[in-house]
């Protein structure tokens, strides 16, 4: 199932991209729809991609000698006064690294995956995207470390 464009263009992973190249990402997107409770990633596990959170709250976990310390919550638009929802793995759209920490839904949830291995296809068609993509993710991290989102 391709992801909604509608959606996609609202990301702010995919922000700066051609129409052409969000039709690209869209026909590679793959499809979650999580139940309460359910992990999507596990710390230290290997990275996929990137997930796009189209609806629901996500926590994100550290796990450490049989703690679980919850340390930021991400969710779908609906919970955005910008009506954009959060992602996460946002370097592994370039480099599979593995999880630095668990991340498990909280409510019914549903997320795009935007998965390393079918980028790769798809950035060696069009550097362009992978250079958009990368500079995105720089942004995304910026962010996150100088603490204006949460996760």
């Known amino acids: 199932m391709k992801a909604p464009l509608e959606f996609l263009v609202q990301a702010p992973l995919l922000q700066n991209l051609s129409k052409t190249q969000i039709k690209a990402l869209a026909a590679i997107c793959e499809r979650s729809e999580l139940d309460p409770q ?3 990633a596990r710390e ?3 990275g996929t991609g990137a997930y796009l959170i ?11 000698d049989g703690q679980r310390d919850v340390v930021g919550t991400l969710t779908g638009p609906e919970y955005k006064d910008d009506a954009r929802g959060d992602a996460f793995g946002e ?10 920490a668990s991340f498990q839904t909280v409510e019914n949830s549903v997320l795009w995956l935007l ?10 068609a069009d550097p362009d995207l992978k ?7 720089a942004r995304a991290l910026y962010r996150r470390l100088a603490g204006r989102t949460s996760g």
């Open 38 to 40: 359910e992990t999507l």
């Open 115 to 124: 998965p390393h291995a079918r980028l790769q296809a798809l950035f060696a």
């Open 54 to 64: 189209e609806r629901g709250i996500i926590e994100v976990v550290l796990e450490s």
């Open 131 to 137: 250079a958009r993509l990368a500079s995105n993710v």
């Open 44 to 46: 230290g596990s290997p």
């Open 91 to 100: 370097i592994c759209v370039l480099d599979p690294m593995p999880w630095q």
